[in-house]
């Protein structure tokens, strides 16, 4: 237990520390025993980068330049190859005038609106369907030599080093 007269000139300090705004740390040890006593004032903390923002595209009001160059691209007339190196940002602002045009200039406003929205997207995305489609002779090549490649037994890779 602590000496009375101790824990009198901590209290009179403590005091004095918080009037004048200024943290107040007492630690004392008992071998490996022991405790830490902290007495602040009320801090707050803004995050000014926050983990989880959503960033905003401004596709709802592209500047002129990304309009034009997004307008420029077509697609529908695109081959598989061509498609899959279209960044994703164009496919959204693609979607997305499809979108305003059929609801009368309105964005998705709500959680349903939404939800088709994103099912519209993933539907004008190619599938490995559309590709064999396109390219009947080239499909099945590639999709043979993946699933040889893919399902190959790794005692065969061995012997053949």
Same mark, same amino acid.
């Given at each position: %237990?602590?000496?009375?007269?101790?824990?009198?000139?901590?209290?009179? $300090?403590?005091? =004095?520390?918080?009037?004048?705004?200024?943290?107040?740390?007492?630690?004392?040890?008992?071998?490996?025993? !022991?405790?830490?006593?902290?007495?602040?004032?009320?801090?707050? #903390?803004?995050?000014?980068?926050?983990?989880? &923002?959503?960033? /905003?595209?401004?596709?709802? &009001?592209?500047?002129?330049?990304?309009?034009?160059? #997004? /307008?420029?691209? /077509?697609?529908?007339? %695109?081959?598989?190859? /061509?498609?899959?190196?279209?960044?994703?940002?164009?496919?959204?602002?693609?979607?997305?005038?499809?979108?305003? !045009?059929?609801?009368?200039?309105?964005?998705?406003?709500?959680?349903?609106? =939404?939800? #088709?929205?994103?099912?519209?997207?993933?539907?004008? %995305?190619?599938?490995?369907?559309?590709?064999?489609?396109?390219?009947?002779?080239?499909? =099945?090549? #590639?999709?043979?030599?993946?699933? $040889?490649?893919?399902?190959?037994?790794?005692?065969?890779?061995?012997?053949?080093?």
């Amino acid at each position: %237990m602590l000496p009375c007269f101790y824990c009198r000139t901590l209290i009179l $300090l403590s005091k =004095k520390l918080w009037d004048l705004e200024i943290p107040f740390i007492v630690c004392r040890s008992y071998g490996f025993i !022991g405790y830490i006593r902290v007495q602040v004032t009320e801090h707050t #903390v803004i995050e000014t980068h926050p983990d989880n &923002q959503i960033p /905003d595209l401004r596709l709802d &009001q592209p500047f002129p330049s990304l309009k034009k160059y #997004v /307008d420029s691209i /077509d697609l529908e007339a %695109m081959e598989y190859k /061509d498609h899959a190196h279209v960044p994703y940002l164009i496919v959204l602002y693609k979607y997305l005038q499809q979108w305003k !045009g059929e609801h009368s200039g309105q964005l998705p406003e709500n959680y349903k609106e =939404k939800e #088709v929205f994103r099912s519209t997207v993933r539907k004008g %995305m190619f599938t490995k369907s559309q590709l064999c489609v396109s390219s009947t002779k080239k499909c =099945k090549n #590639v999709i043979e030599h993946h699933s $040889l490649v893919s399902s190959c037994p790794s005692k065969s890779i061995k012997k053949n080093k």
